[in-house]
């Protein structure tokens, strides 16, 4: 009889880490889509106000620098930057006239970014857009600002986590 609950505790056990295993990969999934509908969102505003000359991931780049001055490190690691090449969209900004760089005082080896006018200009947009989200997230979406702090809460969580799981080597 003792074999038998053995068995049956294991069963459920498995069942249980497989729904834990499929509500992870479904939440992966949705963070991926997530981020790619949000470029999506971002590409369809520079396609309305006509800015053809960046693209969605540089205008958000863009949004996340606002109206503060920094390095592309500091880019990364405040965690300000969603891509893989950092330096090659900084170029392509200052190329287009979005963004001024000028190397640092104290340490002649980083540059340091800031919007100009057009960039401030392509902030304000996304910003915009952003604001009109927030005024209709509640009436079209359903979506409650507790609901968005607990979304906010368990995100942070999960990037705790994987943070750790680089940093510790779990």
Known sequence: MGMTNIKTTDAIADQEDSGKKTAYLEALTYVERLHRRLLDVIKDELDRIDVT???????????????????????????????????????????????????????????RVKLTDK???????????????????????????DELRQVNATLFKLERFWTDQIRYRL
């Open 119 to 145: 960039g401030r200009a392509i902030c304000a947009a996304i910003d915009d857009v952003y604001k009109k989200h927030c005024a209709m997230i509640a009436d079209v979406a359903d979506i409650t600002a």
């Open 53 to 111: 000359e960046i693209n969605s991931v540089q205008a958000l780049l863009l949004f996340n620098i606002g109206d503060a001055e920094m390095t592309a490190g500091e880019l990364r690691t405040r965690g300000h930057y969603l891509g893989s090449n950092v330096s090659y969209n900084l170029k392509k900004l200052v190329e287009a006239g979005y963004i001024h760089h000028q190397r640092s005082r104290s340490d002649r080896r980083s540059v």
